[in-house]
């Protein structure tokens, strides 16, 4: 992006009216779109998006739940009507390629719309990171505010377990420099934030402690002064462990998307 | 004569056994086809692969090496043991006595000698696994749901293994001191290490009395093993043979993808005035929307509950259970096999089977349980035979928001939000895209400063 050049967030319908296609369609979902804190990883995966000059378009009203956490809460019918109002939308714009920073989203779009007529490349950002990353358009320059400090990254049950997703954050890590603490429990072992299977939308059960508690204490243990996440959910269960602790002035919860806008000075 | 009464005695027991088996498996079939259709004759090679990594190799039990090394001796022991149990048969049928030893000579020495190795093993890991329950009571041994008939259950399992190889061992030593004894005319074994150590303990006996210790131990073998092999079907013990099917059959999709479900689908599409794409599954079709007891889950869910052996480490991976929810994935798969046992007896007696005023959901599962479920897939992902207890816990719950609309409150709202605002939450579907004009706002203003 140029100092001159006003920031680019062009809508799939701007895109359509102009004849044009995007190469990709980012999926903001409904925490990128509303929550005050995860708005803010979507204005800097736009700036990233804007800075390697990648054509992209987003749906912006047009966009809706994909039913991810109705569906999980058992209403399937409501998620149905989601995925068929998406679905027609997605495909009335010709969409082939998607690339989304919430791990739910990238779940249902990836493996539940195919068989419900929605066939799409679905991309996780951590993923799309990696990649530029790899084909060195992001994340070249050594040194960076993240030089040898301690990160611990906190794997995401929709992009790990559900999805196979492991390596590719950490390597969004690596670009950093930064010295990637683990958790004990990570990889196919992470230990779930507490806000799955629309947990995010309740109270939790009656029990001896909070989900999120449990792993706040476990990535405060690690030493490091940043937690990474790559999920909305994630996001807010980590912040609200590590405020509960009252520990939010030292340590911050940043996702992948953030510390790479930060690193490149975005 | 004595040795016709002997060897009909045998093919009694055998026949009894081989009846009683049969029996039981047809039962445990009907019983795990009492569940819905679901098709996993797909992608076969893909199958194999899966079976001959988790359950014959044993992949997922690695992840905990201690219980693994211990575990993988039991199964190898179990596993070429077993070829022994030919030679008993066919002796017990044919009045013979070590039969294969004359044939193989040396290679039998060989090969009795590894099974007496392999026996000593088996004894080593059942009294460590006895100290880990009992002793040094490891927490995933110690939940609620593993206390009364499951806690005997696993300890009865142990000893039977341990008494089973001690009288292998014992039968080995008598055999050796007889064949020692001209008057017995015991065939020759060679020397056998393991056993011999007992030698000293029964070379004291006459040689009558050792005959029969000899005899009796065979016999005491034998038996123990058909014996075992019926009360197994009743136990968490399945697992051995059920980690086969259970993992040739598990879900290949990635884990995060959930069961569609075609008939609601297409009401959708007619709802909005589209042609649905498979016309088929017709409203008449659906019995009930998602699963209130064991027959409206899928078969593969019910196989799941007869393949599980309790031992507890998706329970030890479930973050809900570990912050002290009443979750357990283990109970839930315990319940169901419980529940699915209940109405097989029931249907088999000819009573109402699964009307008989119970269900899987409430009087077995609660809906405290299924609603503390995170769906992280730690259980599925911890399961060594690929059990899905998320598999449940999600038909459940879609009886409980589609059928009852007895979701908790919060998640009813979540429901209605979306509905109305297209968002879980309740914001203007027209302010969706205004972090698109903060950001514009934000670049600029910036760029002023500078």
Known sequence: ?266 | MNEFIAQLFFLLIVGIATYLLAKRIKSIRKNILLGRPIDRHDRKPERWRTMLLVAFGQKKMFKRMIPAVLHLLIYIGFIVINLEVLEFILDGLFGTHRLFAPFLGDFYTFLINIFEFLAVGVIVSCVMFLWRRNVLKIRRFQAQELTTWPKLDANIILITEIVLMLAILTMNASDQILQDRPEADYTNTGRLIFSAVLIPLLDGLNTSTLIVVERFAWWFHIIGIFAFAIYITYSKHLHIFMAFPNTYYSKLEPQGKMENMPAIANEVQIMLGKQPEEANASAEEIGRFGAKDVNDLAWTDLMGAYACTECGRCTAECPANQTGKKLSPRKIMMDTRDRVEEVGIQLEKGEQGKDDGKTLLDHYITRGEINACTTCQACVEACPVNINPLSIILQLRRYVAMEEAQSPASWNAMFSNIENNFAPWKFSPADRFRWADELSNEVESKKEKL
Not at chain 1, 142 to 149: D, H, L, M, S
Not at chain 1, 190 to 215: H, S, W, Y
Not at chain 1, 224 to 232: D, F, L, R, S, Y
């Open chain 1, 1 to 266: 992006m140029n100092e001159t050049e006003k920031i680019q967030i062009p809508t799939m319908a701007d895109m359509a009216a102009r004849g044009e296609m995007p190469e990709i369609l980012f999926w903001v979902g409904c925490a990128g779109s509303y929550d005050d804190r995860y708005k803010r990883v979507t204005k800097a995966f736009v700036k990233i998006l804007n800075k390697v000059g990648i054509k992209f378009a987003v749906l912006g009203t047009e966009e809706s739940c994909t039913g991810d956490p109705a569906r999980r809460a058992g209403n399937e019918f409501l998620f149905q009507m989601q995925a068929a109002t998406n679905i027609e939308t997605l495909n009335g714009y010709n969409v082939k390629k998607i690339v989304t920073a919430c791990p739910h989203c990238f779940n249902t779009l990836k493996n539940e719309y195919p068989e419900l007529g929605g066939n799409y490349t679905v991309v996780h950002h951590s993923s799309f990171l990696q990649q530029l990353i790899n084909e060195g358009k992001i994340g070249i320059e050594g040194g960076g505010a993240f030089k040898g400090k301690k990160i611990t990254y906190h794997d995401s049950c929709y992009l790990g377990r559900a999805n196979n997703i492991y390596e590719a954050p950490r390597e969004v890590l690596a670009a950093l420099d930064a010295d990637l603490v683990e958790m004990k429990r990570c990889r196919t072992k992470g230990f779930c934030c507490g806000a799955g299977g629309a947990q995010m939308f309740k109270d939790a059960e009656p029990g001896k402690k909070e989900v999120n508690m449990d792993r706040t204490e476990e990535a405060l243990s690690t030493g490091a002064k940043t937690i990474a996440v790559a999920c909305p959910f994630c996001m807010t269960m980590m912040n609200d462990g590590v405020k509960h602790k009252e520990k939010e002035k030292e340590v911050q919860v940043k996702d992948l998307a953030e510390l790479i806008a930060e690193h490149e000075r975005l």
